[in-house]
């Protein structure tokens, strides 16, 4: 009998799990691949479009390089998962039934109920995303004086957020344009919850880029052109971008499984509360024992070559394999420039220091993206799109 198998989203989660789900299954089991865009983004580089548009076709990969000519692609927007009746429910395409689904629909962005905050920020998950801060960037520089600079502020400074506030730093420098930058957190230190070392690395290459940083006091309100703190003064804004949280996909909503916040609970196997359905990526909360594989793309790649293999295995009646995510340090870029923290040796490289900037961290964020794209097609891509990266 034949196996229906579907997989939703061409993020990490999902484009990883595609390309090995190609090689994995004969011809007993149909492959069918669903995401609401006909490529997949380099989620990680998007920030460098909001400097320059035109790097966009170097951080994207169409579905027809990805997906084999017997994968089946749909491009449409999930908008429920029937997981009684094995039903994907599309929002213009018929419903596609399965016998096995894989969840990768990657996250959406939490507001907290912080009032006014979705109605009044741009975010940044797609593409489209990062060429709306970039125009929106571009008309504030227009209307703008060096007497009264344009006063663009990103609210959260984890990942995404100290990227966009380099690469607006970078924007800035290079048209010289009159604009004050502000990255805002609520909690005492940007980048929260990792190594002070990295912490005061990437303090100082932002401070050294003129981005004003904002720390120990949250946001409480959003209002059209000011945002309202809970001790500090009210900060006014010409742009206002948010990149403080995820949650889940709404489309998981209905779904009857065992979540938090739309975000689906799976296993270590990456099975969920129902054995048909599996989740990886920014979708699901991966059981790591004390707390769970954090949303990273790093994480989501390695987790798709697991996935993948689980549901060729779980269709041959074979035991799945469990997952265990390894850290393997991290990388963050701020404009032209990078630090490099906790990197564990590879691609023939070893660090004698824990956390590193110059150079060598910022060849090797290129290299870390050089080599994703590679895997999803080959290195002559890669090697195309090196000076994007």
């Given at each position: 009998m034949t196996e229906n198998v579907v997989v939703l989203g061409a993020g990490y989660a999902g484009a990883g799990a595609i390309s090995k789900l190609q090689s994995e299954l004969d011809d007993t089991?149909?492959?069918?691949?669903?995401?609401?865009?006909?490529?997949?983004?380099?989620?990680?580089?998007?920030?460098?479009?909001?400097?320059?548009?035109?790097?966009?076709?170097?951080?994207?990969?169409?579905?027809?390089?990805?997906?084999?000519?017997?994968?089946?692609?749909?491009?449409?927007?999930?908008?429920?998962?029937?997981?009684?009746?094995?039903?994907?429910?599309?929002?213009?395409?018929?419903?596609?039934?399965y016998d096995y689904v894989l969840v990768g629909l990657g996250s959406g962005t939490a507001y907290y109920g912080i009032p006014g905050l979705a109605e009044h920020s741009l975010t940044l998950k797609s593409l489209d995303d990062a060429l709306e801060i970039h125009d929106r960037i571009e008309t504030a520089s227009r209307e703008a004086t060096r007497g009264e600079p344009a006063q663009i502020v990103i609210g959260?400074?984890?990942?995404?957020?100290i990227q966009t506030a380099g690469e607006i730093a970078e924007f800035r420098d290079k048209h010289r344009a009159p604009l004050e930058?502000?990255?805002?957190?609520?909690?005492?230190?940007?980048?929260?919850?990792?190594?002070?070392?990295?912490?005061?690395?990437?303090?100082?290459?932002?401070?050294?880029?003129?981005?004003?940083?904002?720390?120990?006091d949250?946001?409480?309100?959003?209002?059209?052109?000011?945002?309202?703190?809970?001790?500090?003064?009210?900060?006014?804004?010409?742009?206002?971008?948010?990149?403080?949280?995820?949650?889940?996909?709404?489309?998981?909503?209905?779904?009857?499984?065992?979540?938090?916040?739309?975000?689906?609970?799976?296993?270590?196997?990456?099975?969920?509360?129902?054995?048909?359905?599996?989740?990886?990526?920014?979708?699901?909360i991966v059981d790591q024992g004390n707390q769970p594989a954090p949303p990273t793309a790093q994480a989501a790649w390695q987790a798709a070559e697991v996935a993948g293999e689980n549901i060729s295995r779980v269709i041959e009646g074979r035991p799945l394999r469990t997952w265990e995510f390894e850290d393997k340090g991290t990388v963050v870029s701020v404009g032209d420039k990078a630090v490099a923290h906790g990197v564990k040796p590879a691609f023939g490289l070893s660090m004698p220091v824990d956390t590193f900037g110059g150079r060598p961290a910022k060849n090797l964020k290129k290299l870390i993206a050089a080599r994703w794209i590679a895997d999803l097609t080959s290195w002559n891509r890669a090697r195309k799109c090196w000076s994007s990266l």
């Amino acid at each position: 009998m034949t196996e229906n198998v579907v997989v939703l989203g061409a993020g990490y989660a999902g484009a990883g799990a595609i390309s090995k789900l190609q090689s994995e299954l004969d011809d007993t089991a149909r492959l069918t691949w669903i995401s609401d865009t006909d490529y997949h983004l380099v989620l990680h580089e998007a920030h460098r479009v909001v400097r320059d548009p035109t790097v966009r076709s170097d951080i994207t990969i169409p579905v027809h390089d990805i997906a084999e000519p017997t994968t089946q692609f749909i491009q449409d927007s999930v908008t429920n998962l029937d997981v009684d009746e094995q039903v994907v429910e599309l929002a213009d395409s018929e419903d596609v039934e399965y016998d096995y689904v894989l969840v990768g629909l990657g996250s959406g962005t939490a507001y907290y109920g912080i009032p006014g905050l979705a109605e009044h920020s741009l975010t940044l998950k797609s593409l489209d995303d990062a060429l709306e801060i970039h125009d929106r960037i571009e008309t504030a520089s227009r209307e703008a004086t060096r007497g009264e600079p344009a006063q663009i502020v990103i609210g959260g400074a984890g990942l995404s957020g100290i990227q966009t506030a380099g690469e607006i730093a970078e924007f800035r420098d290079k048209h010289r344009a009159p604009l004050e930058i502000h990255l805002v957190e609520a909690l005492d230190e940007i980048f929260p919850g990792n190594d002070p070392e990295i912490q005061q690395a990437l303090r100082d290459l932002l401070e050294e880029a003129g981005v004003r940083i904002h720390t120990d006091d949250p946001i409480t309100e959003a209002e059209d052109g000011v945002i309202h703190f809970d001790e500090g003064e009210p900060l006014e804004y010409d742009v206002f971008v948010w990149t403080g949280g995820i949650t889940g996909r709404e489309a998981l909503e209905g779904a009857d499984l065992e979540k938090e916040h739309n975000r689906v609970n799976a296993g270590a196997n990456f099975q969920t509360s129902d054995e048909r359905v599996f989740a990886i990526g920014d979708s699901a909360i991966v059981d790591q024992g004390n707390q769970p594989a954090p949303p990273t793309a790093q994480a989501a790649w390695q987790a798709a070559e697991v996935a993948g293999e689980n549901i060729s295995r779980v269709i041959e009646g074979r035991p799945l394999r469990t997952w265990e995510f390894e850290d393997k340090g991290t990388v963050v870029s701020v404009g032209d420039k990078a630090v490099a923290h906790g990197v564990k040796p590879a691609f023939g490289l070893s660090m004698p220091v824990d956390t590193f900037g110059g150079r060598p961290a910022k060849n090797l964020k290129k290299l870390i993206a050089a080599r994703w794209i590679a895997d999803l097609t080959s290195w002559n891509r890669a090697r195309k799109c090196w000076s994007s990266l």
